[in-house]
C-alpha cells in the first residue's frame, strides 16, 4: 500500500532564512509525488509535482523539492522564506486506483508554517 | 477560467436538516472530488465521479450522505439528516485525466456548521 508521511506537525523560521519540510513516502513502484499549499481559509494549491522526468523539482513562489528514491523522500525547500508563506503544506502521493489506470491522491497529515518577522 | 466553484461558502444549519453542497468543476475535466477536511482527520476522501459516473464512494461516511453528477459541469453533495459530528470544511475537487500523474484543482470549500 502507498502512502505519505509528513515528519512534523510544525515547523518555525524567520523570514528570509531557509525552509524545509519534510516527507517520506512508501509506494511499491515508481511514485508521482505533489505538494500542495493551503492558505487559511482557502483551497488547496498545487506547489509542485514529481513526474519521473528529474529529481529535482522546482514549483511556484520559489519552493522546490529533491525525490530521493534510496531515501523514499521528497522534501520541499525554500532558500529564503517569506512571511506570505506562512500556510499548511500537504505531501501526496499518487496511487493508481484499483482496477484503472487513474491515479487518486493520498494526502500527508500536513505541516503548518510559521513565518518570524 | 474561473476554477472550481463550490457553494455555499458557509453553512450553518441545525442537526436533522438537510444540507445541499454545490460544486461546478473546470470545464473539460473529465473527475470530480468531494473531500471533507476536519482537524481530527485531515483530509479524506469522500467520492469521485470519472464522466459523471461515481468510480469509489468507500470514503462517504454512512448513508446519510449521498452524491450525484447529473452533468459534467455539476455536482451535489446531500446530508440528511445532518448531525453534529459533520461539521467541516468539504472541498470539491476537478482533474482531466493524466493517468497517475493528475493535478487536482480544488474550490475554495464549504464550511458546515451543524448545531
Known amino acids: 500500500a502507498q502512502s505519505v508521511t509528513q515528519l512534523d506537525s510544525h515547523v518555525s523560521v524567520s523570514e528570509g532564512t531557509p525552509v524545509l519540510l519534510r516527507c517520506n513516502y512508501s509506494?511499491?513502484?515508481?511514485?508521482?509525488l505533489f505538494w500542495y499549499v493551503q492558505h487559511p481559509n482557502k483551497g488547496l494549491q498545487l506547489l509542485l509535482k514529481y513526474t519521473s522526468a528529474a529529481t529535482l523539482v522546482k514549483g511556484i513562489n520559489g519552493f522546490e523539492a529533491e525525490f530521493k528514491k534510496s531515501e523514499t523522500s521528497f522534501h520541499l525547500t525554500k532558500p529564503s522564506a517569506h512571511m506570505s508563506d506562512a500556510a499548511e503544506y500537504f505531501c501526496?502521493?499518487?496511487?493508481?486506483?484499483?482496477?484503472?489506470?487513474?491515479?487518486?491522491?493520498?494526502f500527508g497529515q500536513g505541516t503548518i508554517l510559521t513565518v518570524h518577522p | 477560467d474561473a476554477g472550481v466553484i463550490q457553494s455555499p461558502r458557509h453553512e450553518v444549519t441545525e442537526m436533522g436538516q438537510e444540507v445541499t453542497l454545490r460544486c461546478k468543476p473546470i470545464s473539460g475535466h473529465d473527475y470530480l472530488f468531494w473531500y471533507r477536511q476536519t482537524m481530527m482527520r485531515g483530509l479524506e476522501l469522500l467520492i469521485y465521479?470519472?464522466?459523471?459516473?461515481?468510480?469509489?464512494d468507500s470514503g462517504m461516511p454512512e448513508d446519510r450522505f449521498s452524491a450525484k453528477m447529473p452533468n459534467a459541469s455539476f455536482s451535489t453533495l446531500k446530508i440528511q439528516p445532518s448531525e453534529p459530528r459533520d461539521s467541516a470544511v468539504y472541498f470539491c475537487?476537478?482533474?482531466?485525466?493524466?493517468?497517475?500523474?493528475?493535478?487536482?484543482?480544488f474550490g475554495p470549500g464549504t464550511r458546515l456548521t451543524v448545531l
Open positions: 465521479f470519472n464522466n459523471n459516473v461515481p468510480i469509489d
Open positions: 475537487a476537478s482533474s482531466p485525466f493524466r493517468g497517475l500523474y493528475n493535478e487536482q484543482f
Open positions: 501526496v502521493v499518487s496511487v493508481l486506483s484499483g482496477g484503472t489506470s487513474y491515479g487518486k491522491l493520498t
Open positions: 509506494s511499491s513502484y515508481s511514485p508521482s
